[in-house]
């Protein structure tokens, strides 16, 4: 059959679309590619198994044969990180996909840690590390969330250290994988739900120490700025102290085991008795000493002359008030007589001015009756109604003209 374009009429067959396929991947050659291997499994001698990207959502499966196996240096097993010299190989009789793997090694340690270090170098850059954004905890926590897996040592070593110390504790559990690809996304998510808690005052994050691959997911990007995000305190006790993951250095209290963060997360309730009582004590003391003091500066005051025969005061001081009070009695009477004698002389000179004193000697004013004081007989024309002021009383009348004109 041709090979050229295909139409309904002129189709490829199954096996020329496959060994296309074929020649297609076998011009690809071999590769290196890198990984952490989901599966490991052994039949017949030969390894079957599935390698994960470290970051993307991508697997490929792969297969070691008996002889290639046999020339492995190494031991392997899923959760590896590992670099793998790959050749695609496509299955025509069985139309699948899979890598043939020629040589596969473990990554190096040195290399996780310089990828881990240019990661902390970054992080701290950008100021997650700082201590100014470290928040505190709370002196005596209600409800601790607890990110662990499901029915590890550390969840045990955590909830026992902590009732003991303070059994009224309360625990929301969360649990996540820790170690392995679903380590990372697990952890963020658990911390996520437990900060969305509002009755959640402290979260630690446990795991029981491991080596340093099995912790690499406490150092990836996503869990630290999730940590550093958390607006709910976040303590790390991941149990490791020669390699410290990077959620130790972006979580608030850094605790060097499970236990430990239980101790310091959660105080002791006889040591806090211990505590009360000893301030109760000091508190007691010290009132006492304030009220002896007091009394004894009390009793020092009442011996003083002052205040032990007070009726002195007032015996010094009764002559001088009846002194001052006779005097304060002369002076007043001294003021009083000289304003009489003010008085009348102020009376005599006012009626020696008054026209009063002039109307008791014969005098009278004489005036119109709605005009002033008359000083000439022509402001009195015949019938002009007068009125005559005496000295004691007036008198009304009506003028007959001028004694010159009646005449």
């Known amino acids: 059959m041709a090979q050229g374009p295909t139409t309904r009429e002129t189709p490829w067959s199954v096996s020329m679309l496959s060994g296309k396929l074929k020649e297609y991947l076998d011009r690809l050659g071999t590769v290196w590619i890198e990984g952490e291997i989901t599966q490991w499994g052994v039949s017949a001698g030969n390894v079957y198994g599935k390698l994960k990207d470290l970051e993307a959502d991508a697997t490929v499966s792969f297969s070691i044969w008996s002889s290639t196996r046999a020339k492995l240096t ?42 881990v270090e240019r ?10 590390f700082d201590s100014a954004r470290k928040k505190a905890l709370p002196f005596l926590p209600q409800v601790i969330g607890l990110v662990t897996g499901r029915d590890s040592d550390a969840e045990k070593d955590v909830v026992r250290n902590a009732r003991l110390r303070w059994p009224a504790v309360e625990f929301r559990m969360a649990y996540a994988a820790v170690q392995g690809d679903r380590c990372a996304p697990e952890v963020v998510a658990a911390m996520r739900r437990l900060d969305a808690d509002p009755q959640v005052e402290v979260i630690i994050v446990a795991r029981g120490g491991g080596d340093f691959q099995n912790l690499l997911g406490f150092s990836d990007e996503r869990v630290v700025r999730a940590a550093s995000a958390a607006s709910t305190p976040i303590v790390s006790a991941i149990g490791h102290e020669a390699d410290r993951p990077l959620l130790d250095e972006v979580a608030d209290l850094r605790a060097s085991t499970p236990t430990d963060a239980a101790k310091r997360v959660v105080p002791d309730v006889a040591e806090e008795l211990v505590r009360v009582e000893q301030a109760r004590a000091r508190v007691r003391m010290r009132v006492t000493t304030l009220v002896t003091h007091e009394i004894d500066r009390i009793g020092h005051l009442r011996t003083r002359p002052a205040l ?34 003010r008085t009348a002389e102020l009376r ?3 009626r020696a001015l008054s026209p009063l004193a002039t109307l008791e000697r014969g005098y009278a004013i004489v005036q119109r009756e709605h005009d002033g004081v008359l000083t000439r007989p022509d402001q009195a024309p015949d019938g002009t109604a007068l009125r005559i002021t005496l000295a004691e009383g007036r008198l009304a009348a009506t003028s007959r003209g001028a004694v010159g004109d009646a005449e």
């Open 74 to 115: 190494e031991q392997f097993k899923a959760g590896d990180h590992v670099v793998a010299l790959v050749k695609p190989n496509w299955w025509v009789k069985g139309g699948s996909l899979t890598m043939q793997v020629f040589d596969v090694r473990h990554v190096g340690i040195g290399d996780l840690l310089e990828r």
């Open 119 to 128: 990661l902390r170098v970054q992080l701290a850059a950008e100021g997650l």
């Open 308 to 341: 032990a025969d007070p009726t002195w005061i007032v015996d010094r001081r009764a002559e001088d008030v009846t002194r001052w009070v006779a005097r304060g009695a002369e002076l007043a009477d001294r003021a009083i007589e000289r304003a009489a004698t």
């Open 348 to 350: 005599s000179q006012l």
